[in-house]
């Protein structure tokens, strides 16, 4: 892995805010942006690995019959972190001028361990020192909004909401409270935000100029 880190952004925003629409566009687009998820669309063959977990966590892990810790979450979370951190250093072998966005990267999961009940601890300052973004582009989107996205809780994980069964009040909270932590991470960092908007394909527009405005 080269020494020498590449200009990256990061796509950041609360559940069911648009964030996978975005950046589905952008990979595909006249203008393509690279980018570096663990969304099963964005990972490569020899990493699938990587989704199995991220979906076994949230079915199994993360549900809320208290058959794993919250530290043992925490813990199996940390491949996602550490898969990111490893393709974002890659990313500068790979250099093709292509503007590079990193979904999320550790802030969002770090605030979602801190909502489940995981304390400061030494693996969270170790993320905290992976390279940081040139900037964030934060997706705003409404609670309201992003319920009314989730087909009103009928698609939601139980790393989306409070309590044992979703419902409106519980989304909203939950999101409320996310929304501060991850604001919490980021708050040292320029900050490009997205208002939300009235289609995918504006949305996506609006990231790309935020994104693009770095590499000119």
């Given at each position: 892995m080269s020494s020498n880190l590449p200009l990256f952004s990061v796509l950041l925003g609360?559940?069911?805010?648009g964030k996978s629409s975005a950046m589905s566009r952008l990979a595909g687009g006249p203008e393509p942006v690279r980018v570096v998820s663990v969304d099963d669309r964005f990972l490569a063959d020899r990493h699938a690995l990587i989704g199995r977990l991220r979906r076994d966590v949230v079915k199994d892990v993360a549900a809320p019959d208290g058959a794993y810790s919250p530290d043992f979450m925490a813990s199996m979370l940390q491949t996602a972190v550490v898969h990111l951190r490893d393709q974002l250093l890659t990313a500068a072998d790979a250099a093709d001028g292509r503007p590079?966005?990193?979904?999320?990267?550790?802030?969002?999961?770090?605030?979602?361990?801190?909502?489940?009940g995981v304390r400061e601890n030494p693996m969270y300052e170790w993320w905290r020192s992976f390279p940081q973004p040139r900037h964030v582009v934060y997706l705003k989107v409404s609670p309201h909004e992003a319920w009314r996205r989730s087909r009103r809780g009928t698609?939601?994980?139980?790393?989306?909401?409070?309590?044992?069964?979703?419902?409106?009040?519980?989304?909203?909270?939950?999101?409320?409270?996310?929304?501060k932590l991850m604001w919490d991470e980021i708050r040292y960092l320029p900050v490009t935000v997205v208002?939300?908007?009235?289609?995918?394909?504006?949305?996506?527009?609006?990231?790309?100029?935020a994104v693009c405005h770095d590499y000119v």
């Open positions: 609360g559940d069911y805010a590079l966005l990193v979904d999320s990267y550790y802030y969002k999961i770090l605030a979602k361990c801190r909502l489940a698609r939601l994980n139980s790393l989306e909401h409070y309590g044992e069964r979703p419902n409106r009040t519980s989304f909203e909270r939950y999101q409320t409270d996310l929304e208002e939300q908007q009235n289609s995918p394909e504006r949305t996506a527009d609006a990231v790309r100029e």
